[in-house]
Each structure stands twice: as C-alpha cells, then as structure tokens.
C-alpha cells in the first residue's frame, strides 16, 4: 500500500475511531437500549469498514499471518441487517408500515441465512475471489432496503429521514468502495478518497440523527411528566399555521390512496389550575400533553395547537382499519393521567379533562377542506364532553359542519370507558 492510500485510510480509521469512543462515552453515561444499540452498530461496522480497508495489514504485516477471511464474509451482511432494523426503530415505522415491516424482517432473516451459506462456503474451502463478491451483493441487497426504509419515511412525512436518505446514499458508495478494495481493485486514489469520504460521512450523519432523535425522545419524557422548562420545547403550529400541515397530511394520504385521521382534543378545565406560585400554569399543562401526544403519534404525524384549549394532529396514511380507535383510546389513557405543575416543594398535581373527536377521510375523497375538517373534529370534542365514553368518531362526508352532515363510519369503534 502506498503511503498517499495508506493516508486515506488512516484519516478514515481516526474518525471511525473517535466516534467510537463518543458512542463508547454515551452508552456509558446513558445505558438505554437505544445507547447500546449505537455503540454495537458502530463497533461492528466500524470495525469491518477499517478491516476491507486492508489497513491493519498495512500497519502491522504480522496481520497476514490471521486467515479474516470469514470476519470479511460474514461480518458485512450482520451489520447490514443490524443496520436495517435499527433503521426501522428510528423511523418508528417498524409497526405502523406494512411496507418497513414486510422488508425488515424477511430481510432480515435472508441476510443472517445468507451470512451462514457464506460462512459455509468458507468452511468448504472456497477463496475470496469467490466469497466476496457474494457478501458485496448480499451487503448491496441490505443497502437497498435501507434505502426503501428511509424513502418511505421521508414519503410518509417525517422530514428528518430526507438526511438518512443521505447516509443510505453515502452507505452504498461505502460498500461499493470497500468491497472493491477487499478484491484488491485497482481504482486509484481519488476513488479511494472517495469511499473514504462516504464511510466518514455516513457515520456522522448517522450518529447526528441517532443521537439528535434519542434527545428528542428524551426531552419529551421530561416534559410528559412536567420535568422540562418552557424554552426547553419548541413551538407548536399554531392557529393559521397548523392549517397547511394538515393539507399536506390530507394530500399525502390522498396520493398514497390511503385514509387520513384529523383529531381535535379539548381540554375543558385547562385555567383551573389557580396557584399563585406557577406563574403560567396553562402553558407548563399545554406543554405536558403537547409531549404526551406527539410520544403517542411519532415523529411524522402532524401534532399543533388549534387555539389555547384545542390541540388538532393528523395521521396520514393510516394502514390499519382500527387504528382511529386505538388512537383516541391510547390518548385518552395517557392525557388523562395528572401533570405536575409548579417547582418543587411546590409543585400540584393537575387532572386535565379531555374529549376528542376524530374525523376518518376516506382514501378517495377528492379535494377536501382542511378548515371544514378541523371545524368537524373539535364539534366533536366540544360534544363529546357529554359523552361518557369522552370520544366521538364520523366520518368526512364533504358536506360543512352540522349535525345532519355528521354520519358514523361503516366500521365505527370507540374505546371503552376508561
């Protein structure tokens, strides 16, 4: 190896190892699942990247000597598969797509099932000319569902994904790089830098969102229970400016030919809270279930405040036919628990009173009204407050407002009276 490629790899090497020792640090500090689900992906693939590099061998000729050959075959596809299913944690999709879940676990099992036939092949004496353009094509198969994973999220809304179709992007150049380098190409320097350049950049993208999205997580279990000052959460849409994101959750369901579910959730007893020690208690109690909503609806629905006592949020895309009842069902259970409002030693519990109301447009409806809908949603919170189940579901007729344009949905189902 020359000593221009072998400065690549060194740079490459020093980066995959410093955001090893970051992510070392973090799972460290923070033993949570998602931590340590970081720390394995980047020591794996890290180290497998470094490996194909043919650095090691490089530095130390005593590295010959070790048949890596099964590492370099096996290796690749598991961090592959380790990769696409920690790709449909992050999305949130893993149980909501039938798409991401019927592409992450069959994937999945043919990565570890192809990972065992590749490791045979080794075992029955096979060379690498032979074994690792098999593990390059099955490491290529992993790239692509990555990739449709990541699109699919950017499709369905969330808007963080279009920076994972970056790293998936910089994954497959990666791959192609280092897979071409472990069959001893000769692709010259500028390629090299190249792969160099895509590994390095995948990691960071990776390792930004990932930790970007746990923080997000993390800050918004703080503010669920009422632990996380004001400025520490950003501004929901509000008024006018929720109105186009729930067209764009109507128009994406639209062109997906799927239903959409606009709720509105009213909170009847919000300025009830009257201790002289919180001096906006309001705010600290909208906060909270602002939290406690979006933990509920993920990342790429539509959650924003309609006017101080009604919160409106859009699934778009719905898959599954039941999917507006278990919504207000599971909303209803967590909005109700108690918010702790004020500092500690003075801090009160706060029993909120919530109803909502959700209005199923029906894939097929054609040009709709967001406004209309909005209108019809919290109608049915503000009736539903009579209601003893707290919950009124109809579907979007087309037609405005009125009790008579309120119809129920064929497959109608409220949740039981908690």
């Known amino acids: 190896m020359q000593a221009n490629e072998m400065a690549i790899w ?5 980066v995959l190892l410093t955001l090893a020792v970051v992510a070392t640090v973090d799972m460290a500090s923070r033993p949570t699942l998602a931590a340590v689900r970081a720390w394995v992906s980047m020591l794996l693939t890290g180290w497998i990247c470094v490996q194909m590099s043919g650095l090691p061998p490089a530095l130390w000729p005593s590295w010959q000597l070790i048949d890596w050959l099964p590492v370099k075959a096996t290796l690749g596809p598991l961090c592959g598969a380790l990769v696409m299913t920690y790709l449909g944690y992050w999305s949130g999709l893993r149980r909501e797509d039938r798409l991401v879940k019927r592409l992450m676990e069959p994937g999945a099992a043919v990565l570890v099932t192809g990972t065992f036939g590749l490791l045979g092949l080794v075992e029955a004496g096979f060379d690498a000319s032979t074994v690792l353009p098999l593990t390059g094509a099955l490491n290529g198969l ?9 699109v699919r999220s950017v499709t369905l809304g969330d808007a963080l994904a279009r920076w994972m179709v970056m790293a998936c992007l910089c994954l497959a150049q990666m791959t192609a790089g280092l897979y071409a380098k472990g069959m001893d190409m000769d692709m010259g320097n500028a390629y090299w830098a190249l792969t160099a350049s895509a590994t390095v950049g995948y990691f960071v993208t990776v390792v930004v969102l990932v930790r970007g999205r746990n923080r997000e997580y993390r800050r918004l279990r703080r503010q669920a229970t009422g632990q996380s000052p004001t400025v520490d959460a950003p501004a929901l849409p509000c008024g006018a400016q929720l109105v186009p994101r729930i067209e764009d959750a109507l128009w994406r369901s639209m062109r997906m030919e799927r239903p959409c579910l606009v709720a509105a959730v009213s ?7 009257r201790e002289a020690a919180v001096p906006d208690p309001a705010g600290d109690i909208l906060l909270a279930l602002a939290a406690r909503i979006r933990q509920l609806v993920g990342f790429r629905n539509v959650v924003g405040l309609y006017h101080q006592r009604c919160f409106v949020l859009a699934i778009s895309a719905v898959q599954d036919p039941k999917r507006a009842g278990l919504v207000a069902d ?6 109700r628990m108690s918010v702790t409002v004020g500092p500690d030693p003075l801090a009160l519990p706060f029993q909120p009173e919530v109803a909502i109301g959700v209005v199923e447009v029906p894939a097929g409806t054609g040009e709709t009204s967001a406004i209309r809908i909005i209108h019809l949603a919290e109608q049915l919170a503000l009736q539903a407050l009579d209601e003893p189940e707290r919950v009124l579901q109809r579907c979007w007729t087309g037609q405005p407002p009125t009790p008579m344009a309120v119809v129920p949905c064929l497959a109608e189902t409220r949740p039981a009276p908690l």
């Open 142 to 150: 992993a790239v692509l569902m990555g990739v449709l994973i990541a």
């Open 10 to 14: 060194s740079a490459m090497a020093g």
């Open 267 to 273: 909170v009847s007893n919000l300025y009830a809270y």
């Open 330 to 335: 599971r909303l209803l259970r967590e909005l």
